[in-house]
């Protein structure tokens, strides 16, 4: 098992603009894209507390501001 504390993460980004990290070394899951940042997991949750300041998903924040698709 990889020790946690060494494994290298990257940050993903779904189509909703919804984050969550990644293991570098594994493919992606599906409906998930790299969102350019990689590192220690502390490092990678600090990146993602830092940019996904919304939580509501797109399609919600656009319904909300009056957009449609």
């Not at 070394?25 to 300041?53: I, M």
């Amino acid at each position: 098992m990889i020790e946690q504390r060494t494994a290298t993460y990257i940050v993903v980004l779904n189509d909703e603009e919804q984050y969550s990290i990644w293991w570098a070394d594994r493919p992606l899951p599906a409906g998930w894209r790299t969102a350019g940042f990689t590192g220690t997991r502390e490092e990678c949750l600090s990146h993602v507390s830092q940019v996904w300041t919304d939580m509501r998903p797109a399609s919600l924040r656009r319904e909300m501001d009056g957009r449609t698709r």
